[in-house]
């Protein structure tokens, strides 16, 4: 089954670029929409943007000018990075694979927090 | 591109039946078939308990049930457990190969 685990920085300062790996196992990501989405502590989920089929992408409006999601099919990995982060932007951040209209599977998470 | 609107907060007794509301417009919820829900417990990532409104994915129990009224979906748990104890989001296709999900319901069994 397929399986995706988050890494990267879990500090990064304001105005800086926050960057994150999301490495899929059990299963190629090509043909496949792959998902950022992410959490403020004690906060709702909200989705970043996804990628598809050797870089077709889209971005939650709200983020649009500072978000770029990209993929490496020949590492299985693809990517996150936020630009001009501030500390609204510190979270939880998940990678999820798209099942038909829904996100199935989820990674595990992993805090990131904006401070200097 | 709005969130959707849940309450904060659902309860219920072991046994009881409780009803959670995602409520959008006819640009998410109402319009298309895209509505899925997750549980997430403390310090874990989200889990699919319903998709496409109604489906359930396999080995999630049939206590757990979605439907849809016009803009507004719902998750009903059934037959409550200790172990339903958890927050819920909806989501929903929101046009424009974007996404939307709902503000969350904390859910605690009494």
């Known amino acids: 089954q397929v399986q995706l685990q988050e890494s990267g920085p879990r500090l990064v300062k304001p105005s800086e670029t926050l960057s994150l790996t999301c490495t899929v196992s059990?299963?190629?990501?090509?043909?496949?929409?792959w998902n950022w989405i992410r959490q403020p502590p004690g906060k709702g989920l909200e989705w970043i943007g996804f990628v598809y089929d050797r870089g077709t992408t889209s971005y939650n409006p709200a983020l649009k000018s500072r978000v770029t999601i990209s993929e490496d099919t020949s590492k299985n990995q693809f990517f996150l990075n936020l630009t001009s982060v501030t500390a609204a932007d510190t979270a939880i951040y998940f990678c999820?694979?798209?099942?038909?209209?829904?996100?199935?599977?989820w990674g595990q998470g992993t805090l990131v927090t904006v401070s200097s | 591109q709005s969130a959707l609107t849940q309450p904060p907060s659902a309860s219920g007794s072991p046994g009881q039946s409780v009803t959670i509301s995602c409520t959008g417009t006819?640009?998410?919820?109402?319009?298309?078939?895209?509505v899925s829900w997750y549980q997430q417990k403390p310090g874990k990532a989200p889990k699919l308990m319903i998709y496409e409104v109604t489906k359930r994915p396999s080995g999630v129990p049939d206590r757990f049930s979605g439907s849809r009224s016009g803009n507004t979906a719902s998750l009903t748990v059934s037959g409550l457990q200790a172990e339903d104890e958890a927050d819920y989001y909806c989501?929903?296709?929101?046009?424009?190969?974007?996404?939307?999900f709902g503000g969350g319901t904390k859910l605690t069994v009494l």
């Open positions: 999820a694979k798209h099942k038909g209209t829904a996100f199935d599977p």
């Open positions: 989501s929903s296709f929101a046009g424009s190969s974007s996404w939307v």
């Open positions: 059990g299963g190629s990501i090509s043909g496949y929409y």
């Open positions: 006819s640009s998410d919820v109402g319009g298309y078939n895209s």
